[in-house]
T-cell receptor, first 112, second 109 residues
Framework: IAGITQAPTSQILAAGRRMTLRCTQD?????MYWYRQDLGLGLRLIHY???????GKGEVPDGYSVSRANTDDFPLTLASAVPSQTSVYFC???????????FGPGTRLTVL | GQNIDQPTEMTATEGAIVQINCTYQ??????LFWYQQHAGEAPTFLSY??LDGLEEKGRFSSFLSRSKGYSYLLLKELQMKDSASYLC??????????WGAGTKLIIKP
């Protein structure tokens, strides 16, 4: 692994289903982030974690949850997917919350 | 509220120079970032400004005026591979990044 990986690359999901998007980084970065990107809008922060064991809410946290059990992994869970959660999801990481963020390749999620 | 404004789309000619503007109104300021994003790919870091002035990095330069809430990204000697979206982001008082919607740059031969 080099940098940040995300899985799956894309997914089509039925409304009401539970889904976990995975994010792993091997740079030993302390801070990690989940964004969603929708056409015509800027990236919007869903949740973040400044260090393992801590998480915080971003601009659009409703319907999403995260955990940070260790430094490398930061999964994002949709407990009961809805069509408005159709989006491209990017995971990012930075050495600290004051450093440059680096992005994973993204997950394209469609909720029908 | 917090707001980042960029033009939606710009067109330029291969070999020319283009300037992409970004204006911002945020709760506090702890730096401004420019990212490049090719279609279907992740954003990649281009530049960072925290003090007023021009930062030059090869064909790309970025300028910041904190008093005016204004930045621009200058791309010289445009190449076809520069066709992409350019995202402006400001780090606010809580050290969160506030993102503009991006400027889609189209390069014509």
């Amino acid at each position: 692994i080099a940098g940040i990986t995300q899985a799956p690359t894309s997914q089509i999901l039925a409304a009401g289903r539970r889904m976990t998007l995975r994010c792993t980084q091997d740079m030993r970065h302390n801070a990690m982030y989940w964004y969603r990107q929708d056409l015509g809008l800027g990236l919007r922060l869903i949740h973040y974690s400044n260090t393992a064991g801590t998480t915080g809410k971003g601009e659009v946290p409703d319907g999403y949850s995260v955990s940070r059990a260790n430094t490398d992994d930061f999964p994002l869970t949709l407990a009961s997917a809805v069509p408005s959660q159709t989006s491209v999801y990017f995971c990012a990481s930075s050495a600290s919350d004051t450093d440059t963020q680096y992005f994973g390749p993204g997950t394209r999620l469609t909720v029908l | 509220g917090q707001n980042i404004d960029q033009p939606t789309e710009m067109t330029a000619t291969e070999g020319a120079i283009v300037q992409i503007n970004c204006t911002y109104q945020t709760s506090g300021f702890n730096g401004l970032f420019w990212y490049q994003q090719h279609a279907g790919e992740a954003p990649t870091f281009l530049s960072y400004n925290v003090l007023d002035g021009l930062e030059e990095k090869g064909r790309f330069s970025s300028f910041l005026s904190r008093s005016k809430g204004y930045s621009y990204l200058l791309l010289k000697e445009l190449q076809m591979k520069d066709s992409a979206s350019y995202l402006c982001a400001v780090r606010d008082q809580d050290y969160q990044l506030i993102w503009g919607a991006g400027t889609k740059l189209i390069i014509k031969p």
